[in-house]
């Protein structure tokens, strides 16, 4: 019997808004090491007869499933979404289905989620950032079982000297621009007092420098959940 075809990831998108985002993934997922015959992103129109089934025996044989969220993605969804289904059948399969969010968006209300992907794990998102795009891809690619280029320890630091230096850094292209805010991948800083509205990437930050309480790191998810937004100065978009 041949061996059947395995992927490391599947990009899950919907068609209607969703094309180029999921492209774009693919691309950056190969940029940061993934082979282009590792990732599955379907590109053909919605016509053949076995075609939700090619997609379905996709998923099932892909390590994880990176699902596309954009702008009213899941708005007037026809009831046989295709989309829809190869949600379900990743949750069904247990694969590590990775939520990305795109056009600012930072969170999604179940009720706006068909009920049978309402499990989808939200809180298992990465939160893409037009400024912070190179960032924003390496998070992803944190969440994604497979160590793509291992690169050696030493090098995050030489990245960090090179861009402190001003020299130009080619090669890697892992240029991280959280390091560069003395910030580990996902954190931000926040002033620690409830009242604080926002959550910043800068320490330096104009709307921080009046700030009466401590300034301290915590996760993007934690100060979502805490219900601060982005920061308008940190996260401008461009
Ligand atoms: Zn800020």
């Not at 969220?69 to 379900?88: A, G, H, N, Q, Y």
């Not at 059948?89 to 590590?96: C, L, P, R, S, W």
């Not at 912070?132 to 891809?137: G, H, L, N, V």
Request: glycine content about 6%.
């Amino acid at each position: 019997m041949a061996k059947e075809k395995t992927y490391d990831v599947f990009i899950s998108y919907r068609r209607q808004g969703g094309a180029e985002k999921a492209e774009l993934t693919k691309g950056e997922l190969i940029k940061r090491g993934f082979r282009e015959s590792r990732i599955f992103l379907d590109t053909r129109s919605l016509t053949s007869g076995n075609y939700l089934e090619t997609i379905l025996h996709a998923v099932k044989n892909s390590k994880s499933v990176v699902v596309i969220i954009t702008k009213d993605c899941f708005k007037d969804l026809p009831t046989d979404s295709t989309w829809v289904r190869e949600i379900e059948y990743a949750i069904e399969m247990h694969k590590n289905v990775v939520p990305v969010y795109f056009d600012g968006i930072t969170g999604v209300r179940v009720d706006e989620v068909p009920s049978c992907i309402s499990s989808l794990s939200f809180e298992n998102a990465v939160i893409y950032v037009h400024s912070y795009a190179d960032a924003s891809f390496d998070r992803l690619v944190s969440r994604l079982p497979k160590e793509p280029v291992s690169l050696p320890k030493w090098s995050k630091w030489l990245i960090g000297a090179a861009i402190a230096g001003g020299l130009a850094v080619g090669g890697y292209g892992v240029v991280d621009h959280f390091a560069a805010m003395n910030l580990e991948p996902g954190e931000v800083y926040v002033v620690d007092s409830p009242s604080a509205k926002s959550y910043h990437l800068d320490r330096n930050c104009v709307t921080l420098k009046n700030a009466k309480h401590k300034i301290k790191k915590i996760t993007e998810e934690e100060a979502i959940e805490q219900g601060k937004k982005p920061c308008k100065k940190c996260y401008k978009e461009d």
